[in-house]
Protein backbone atom coordinates (compact mmCIF):
# COMPACT_ATOMS: atom_id res chain seq x y z
CA UNK A 1 0.00 0.00 0.00
CA UNK A 2 1.04 3.49 -0.79
CA UNK A 3 1.18 6.49 1.10
CA UNK A 4 -0.14 9.67 0.12
CA UNK A 5 2.98 12.08 0.09
CA UNK A 6 2.55 14.42 3.36
CA UNK A 7 2.41 18.38 3.59
CA UNK A 8 5.14 20.67 3.69
CA UNK A 9 4.05 22.20 6.36
CA UNK A 10 4.63 18.66 8.22
CA UNK A 11 7.49 18.13 10.34
CA UNK A 12 9.47 15.09 9.27
CA UNK A 13 12.77 13.19 10.42
CA UNK A 14 14.76 12.20 7.68
CA UNK A 15 17.27 9.04 8.27
CA UNK A 16 20.19 8.62 6.14
CA UNK A 17 20.28 6.17 3.47
CA UNK A 18 20.75 2.68 4.61
CA UNK A 19 22.38 -0.10 2.73
CA UNK A 20 19.81 -2.78 3.63
CA UNK A 21 16.69 -0.22 2.12
CA UNK A 22 18.89 1.25 -0.10
CA UNK A 23 16.84 4.32 0.10
CA UNK A 24 15.79 7.22 2.42
CA UNK A 25 13.56 6.93 5.06
CA UNK A 26 10.37 9.53 6.04
CA UNK A 27 9.52 8.68 9.01
CA UNK A 28 6.27 11.53 11.02
CA UNK A 29 7.27 13.20 13.65
CA UNK A 30 5.17 12.69 16.47
CA UNK A 31 4.88 16.15 18.52
CA UNK A 32 5.45 16.34 21.98
CA UNK A 33 4.84 18.58 25.11
CA UNK A 34 4.85 19.27 28.56
CA UNK A 35 7.72 17.22 29.17
CA UNK A 36 10.64 18.53 31.53
CA UNK A 37 14.50 18.17 31.23
CA UNK A 38 16.01 14.61 32.83
CA UNK A 39 19.29 14.29 32.85
CA UNK A 40 21.20 11.41 31.17
CA UNK A 41 23.35 9.08 32.95
CA UNK A 42 26.83 9.57 32.08
CA UNK A 43 27.86 6.17 30.01
CA UNK A 44 31.44 4.70 31.39
CA UNK A 45 34.88 4.49 30.28
CA UNK A 46 38.26 3.91 30.68
CA UNK A 47 39.70 6.71 32.44
CA UNK A 48 43.16 7.06 33.19
CA UNK A 49 42.95 9.03 36.23
CA UNK A 50 41.15 6.44 38.27
CA UNK A 51 44.21 3.96 37.39
CA UNK A 52 46.51 5.68 38.75
CA UNK A 53 44.83 6.69 42.14
CA UNK A 54 44.45 10.50 41.35
CA UNK A 55 42.33 12.84 42.90
CA UNK A 56 39.46 14.93 41.74
CA UNK A 57 40.45 18.86 42.04
CA UNK A 58 38.67 22.01 41.37
CA UNK A 59 40.20 23.82 38.16
CA UNK A 60 39.39 27.21 36.25
CA UNK A 61 39.16 27.90 33.33
CA UNK A 62 42.65 28.99 31.74
CA UNK A 63 44.77 29.91 28.64
CA UNK A 64 46.53 26.41 27.22
CA UNK A 65 49.01 28.35 25.07
CA UNK A 66 50.52 31.80 25.97
CA UNK A 67 52.22 34.31 23.85
CA UNK A 68 55.51 32.90 24.70
CA UNK A 69 55.29 30.20 22.52
CA UNK A 70 54.79 27.93 25.23
CA UNK A 71 52.53 24.99 25.85
CA UNK A 72 50.68 24.17 29.28
CA UNK A 73 51.35 20.36 30.41
CA UNK A 74 47.55 19.02 30.31
CA UNK A 75 47.22 19.90 26.80
CA UNK A 76 50.39 18.27 25.93
CA UNK A 77 48.97 15.29 27.82
CA UNK A 78 45.54 15.71 26.06
CA UNK A 79 47.30 15.81 22.67
CA UNK A 80 48.86 12.81 23.46
CA UNK A 81 45.75 11.02 23.42
CA UNK A 82 46.22 9.85 27.30
CA UNK A 83 43.18 11.35 28.55
CA UNK A 84 41.16 15.28 28.70
CA UNK A 85 42.98 18.04 29.93
CA UNK A 86 40.95 18.46 33.26
CA UNK A 87 42.10 14.89 33.84
CA UNK A 88 45.40 15.82 32.68
CA UNK A 89 45.11 18.09 35.78
CA UNK A 90 44.39 15.24 38.38
CA UNK A 91 47.16 13.66 37.07
CA UNK A 92 49.92 16.41 37.41
CA UNK A 93 48.45 16.78 40.84
CA UNK A 94 48.64 13.22 42.10
CA UNK A 95 52.76 13.60 40.72
CA UNK A 96 52.56 10.99 38.29
CA UNK A 97 54.01 13.42 35.52
CA UNK A 98 57.50 14.20 34.97
CA UNK A 99 59.04 16.84 32.87
CA UNK A 100 62.65 16.27 32.02
CA UNK A 101 63.15 13.54 34.59
CA UNK A 102 61.60 15.25 37.33
CA UNK A 103 58.15 15.34 39.31
CA UNK A 104 55.72 18.41 38.35
CA UNK A 105 52.80 18.73 40.51
CA UNK A 106 52.41 22.52 39.80
CA UNK A 107 48.86 23.18 37.74
CA UNK A 108 49.49 25.67 34.88
CA UNK A 109 53.23 24.37 34.24
CA UNK A 110 54.24 25.20 30.62
CA UNK A 111 56.73 23.43 28.74
CA UNK A 112 58.32 24.48 25.36
CA UNK A 113 58.72 21.77 22.30
CA UNK A 114 61.98 20.87 23.83
CA UNK A 115 60.76 19.45 26.81
CA UNK A 116 60.43 15.70 27.40
CA UNK A 117 57.27 14.39 29.32
CA UNK A 118 56.92 11.21 31.14
CA UNK A 119 53.74 9.34 31.90
CA UNK A 120 53.42 5.46 32.76
CA UNK A 121 56.54 4.94 32.05
CA UNK A 122 56.32 6.18 28.39
CA UNK A 123 57.58 10.09 26.84
CA UNK A 124 54.74 10.99 25.63
CA UNK A 125 54.43 13.13 21.99
CA UNK A 126 51.43 14.43 20.31
CA UNK A 127 49.47 12.01 18.34
CA UNK A 128 47.96 13.02 15.04
CA UNK A 129 43.99 13.32 15.49
CA UNK A 130 42.51 10.13 14.22
CA UNK A 131 38.17 10.39 13.47
CA UNK A 132 37.04 6.26 12.52
CA UNK A 133 33.27 5.90 11.42
CA UNK A 134 32.35 2.27 11.89
CA UNK A 135 29.13 0.57 10.78
CA UNK A 136 29.24 -2.14 13.82
CA UNK A 137 27.80 -5.34 12.92
CA UNK A 138 25.93 -7.96 16.00
CA UNK A 139 28.14 -10.16 18.19
CA UNK A 140 30.85 -7.48 18.73
CA UNK A 141 31.01 -5.71 22.17
CA UNK A 142 32.05 -2.03 22.56
CA UNK A 143 35.18 -2.14 24.75
CA UNK A 144 39.21 -2.28 24.05
CA UNK A 145 39.41 -5.62 25.48
CA UNK A 146 37.58 -8.27 27.46
CA UNK A 147 38.24 -10.55 29.77
CA UNK A 148 36.49 -13.38 28.96
CA UNK A 149 37.98 -13.30 24.69
CA UNK A 150 34.89 -12.33 23.35
CA UNK A 151 34.91 -10.50 19.80
CA UNK A 152 35.56 -6.31 20.53
CA UNK A 153 35.16 -3.66 18.27
CA UNK A 154 38.75 -2.79 18.43
CA UNK A 155 39.43 -6.13 16.18
CA UNK A 156 37.41 -4.35 13.38
CA UNK A 157 39.23 -1.42 13.16
CA UNK A 158 42.71 -3.05 13.79
CA UNK A 159 44.52 -2.26 10.78
CA UNK A 160 43.06 1.42 10.20
CA UNK A 161 45.61 3.53 12.39
CA UNK A 162 48.83 3.51 14.30
CA UNK A 163 47.32 5.93 16.96
CA UNK A 164 45.37 4.49 19.80
CA UNK A 165 41.75 5.17 19.44
CA UNK A 166 38.68 4.48 21.75
CA UNK A 167 35.20 4.12 20.95
CA UNK A 168 33.23 7.40 22.62
CA UNK A 169 30.23 5.90 24.27
CA UNK A 170 28.62 2.32 23.13
CA UNK A 171 26.68 0.05 21.49
CA UNK A 172 25.65 -3.17 23.46
CA UNK A 173 26.75 -6.65 21.57
CA UNK A 174 23.19 -7.28 19.27
CA UNK A 175 23.26 -3.33 18.98
CA UNK A 176 24.41 -2.53 15.40
CA UNK A 177 25.13 1.03 13.54
CA UNK A 178 27.20 3.86 13.63
CA UNK A 179 30.46 3.92 16.49
CA UNK A 180 32.69 6.74 16.51
CA UNK A 181 36.13 5.61 17.35
CA UNK A 182 39.05 8.72 18.19
CA UNK A 183 41.86 9.62 20.09
CA UNK A 184 40.73 13.09 20.76
CA UNK A 185 39.32 13.12 24.05
CA UNK A 186 37.85 16.60 24.54
CA UNK A 187 35.84 15.58 21.67
CA UNK A 188 34.81 12.46 22.97
CA UNK A 189 34.13 13.71 26.38
CA UNK A 190 31.51 16.55 24.68
CA UNK A 191 29.97 13.74 22.71
CA UNK A 192 29.22 11.58 25.78
CA UNK A 193 27.88 14.61 28.29
CA UNK A 194 23.96 14.84 28.02
CA UNK A 195 24.32 18.61 28.66
CA UNK A 196 25.40 18.79 24.96
CA UNK A 197 22.09 17.00 23.58
CA UNK A 198 24.01 14.85 20.98
CA UNK A 199 21.12 14.01 18.41
CA UNK A 200 20.80 9.89 17.55
CA UNK A 201 18.36 8.30 15.39
CA UNK A 202 17.36 4.40 15.75
CA UNK A 203 15.56 1.86 13.48
CA UNK A 204 13.65 -0.49 15.65
CA UNK A 205 11.87 -3.76 14.50
CA UNK A 206 9.32 -5.09 17.00
CA UNK A 207 8.60 -8.88 17.71
CA UNK A 208 4.66 -7.82 17.39
CA UNK A 209 2.64 -4.49 16.10
CA UNK A 210 3.50 -1.04 18.24
CA UNK A 211 0.12 0.31 18.63
CA UNK A 212 -0.54 4.27 18.52
CA UNK A 213 -1.53 3.87 22.34
CA UNK A 214 1.99 2.98 23.42
CA UNK A 215 3.38 5.41 20.53
CA UNK A 216 1.80 8.22 23.13
CA UNK A 217 2.81 6.69 26.11
CA UNK A 218 6.93 7.11 25.34
CA UNK A 219 6.37 10.04 23.65
CA UNK A 220 5.13 11.42 26.57
CA UNK A 221 7.58 9.63 28.39
CA UNK A 222 8.51 6.55 30.14
CA UNK A 223 9.12 5.67 33.42
CA UNK A 224 12.56 3.50 34.18
CA UNK A 225 14.23 2.64 36.89
CA UNK A 226 16.49 5.14 36.73
CA UNK A 227 14.34 7.80 35.97
CA UNK A 228 12.13 9.19 33.21
CA UNK A 229 12.71 8.52 29.29
CA UNK A 230 11.93 10.49 26.54
CA UNK A 231 12.40 10.31 23.40
CA UNK A 232 12.62 13.98 21.07
CA UNK A 233 10.44 11.63 18.24
CA UNK A 234 8.81 8.27 17.14
CA UNK A 235 6.92 7.18 14.32
CA UNK A 236 6.50 3.89 11.86
CA UNK A 237 8.81 3.76 9.57
CA UNK A 238 6.34 4.31 6.16
CA UNK A 239 9.28 2.57 3.83
CA UNK A 240 8.84 -0.56 5.23
CA UNK A 241 4.85 -0.50 5.46
CA UNK A 242 3.87 -2.40 9.28
CA UNK A 243 4.17 -1.77 12.25
CA UNK A 244 6.65 -3.90 13.64
CA UNK A 245 9.35 -1.18 12.35
CA UNK A 246 9.82 2.20 14.06
CA UNK A 247 12.14 5.06 13.80
CA UNK A 248 13.16 6.62 16.79
CA UNK A 249 15.14 9.97 17.52
CA UNK A 250 16.79 10.90 20.49
CA UNK A 251 19.60 12.42 22.25
CA UNK A 252 19.50 10.36 26.11
CA UNK A 253 22.62 8.39 26.94
CA UNK A 254 20.98 5.73 29.19
CA UNK A 255 21.95 2.84 29.11
CA UNK A 256 20.31 0.40 26.76
CA UNK A 257 17.28 3.27 27.34
CA UNK A 258 15.93 2.41 23.78
CA UNK A 259 15.28 -1.71 23.99
CA UNK A 260 14.27 -0.48 27.90
CA UNK A 261 11.89 1.90 26.71
CA UNK A 262 10.06 -1.29 24.18
CA UNK A 263 10.68 -3.64 26.68
CA UNK A 264 8.65 -1.97 29.55
CA UNK A 265 5.31 -1.92 27.43
CA UNK A 266 6.09 -5.54 26.80
CA UNK A 267 7.58 -5.69 23.30
CA UNK A 268 11.24 -7.34 22.54
CA UNK A 269 13.57 -5.58 20.21
CA UNK A 270 14.61 -7.99 17.25
CA UNK A 271 16.92 -5.60 15.61
CA UNK A 272 18.32 -2.81 16.70
CA UNK A 273 20.18 -0.27 14.89
CA UNK A 274 21.92 3.44 14.91
CA UNK A 275 21.69 5.39 11.64
CA UNK A 276 22.02 8.77 12.66
CA UNK A 277 24.92 9.73 15.27
CA UNK A 278 26.11 13.62 15.62
CA UNK A 279 25.55 14.25 12.18
CA UNK A 280 27.09 11.12 11.15
CA UNK A 281 25.33 8.59 8.58
CA UNK A 282 25.55 5.16 7.08
CA UNK A 283 25.88 6.49 3.68
CA UNK A 284 28.17 4.17 1.15
CA UNK A 285 29.12 2.52 4.70
CA UNK A 286 28.54 -1.20 4.49
CA UNK A 287 27.74 -3.31 7.57
CA UNK A 288 31.16 -4.19 9.42
CA UNK A 289 33.49 -1.39 7.45
CA UNK A 290 35.12 1.64 8.84
CA UNK A 291 36.18 5.04 7.28
CA UNK A 292 37.95 8.23 8.39
CA UNK A 293 35.86 11.47 8.91
CA UNK A 294 35.98 14.11 5.92
CA UNK A 295 37.29 17.18 7.49
CA UNK A 296 33.97 18.84 6.94
CA UNK A 297 32.41 15.99 9.16
CA UNK A 298 35.40 16.89 11.82
CA UNK A 299 34.67 20.48 11.55
CA UNK A 300 31.05 19.84 12.00
CA UNK A 301 31.62 17.62 15.63
CA UNK A 302 33.66 20.10 16.76
CA UNK A 303 31.05 23.05 16.60
CA UNK A 304 28.92 21.11 19.01
CA UNK A 305 28.29 23.28 21.92
Known amino acids: M ?114 SVQFGGETLRKEKSVYILLNKPKDYITTTDDPDGRRTVMALIKNACRERVYPVGRLDRATTGLLLFTNDGELAKKLMHPRFEVKKIYHVELDKNFTKTDMEKITNGIELEDGIAKVDAIAYDNEIGDKKSIGVELHSGKNRVVRRIFESLGYKVVKLDRVYYAGLTKKDLPRGRWRFLTQMEINILKMIH
Open 2 to 115: RYKKEEKSERHIRTPRDTKFGAKKTFKKYKKDGLKEVKSERPKRLNPVKKFGAKKIVRKSIKTTGDDGLTRLNKHIANAGICSRREADELIASGVVSVNGKIVTQLGTKISAND
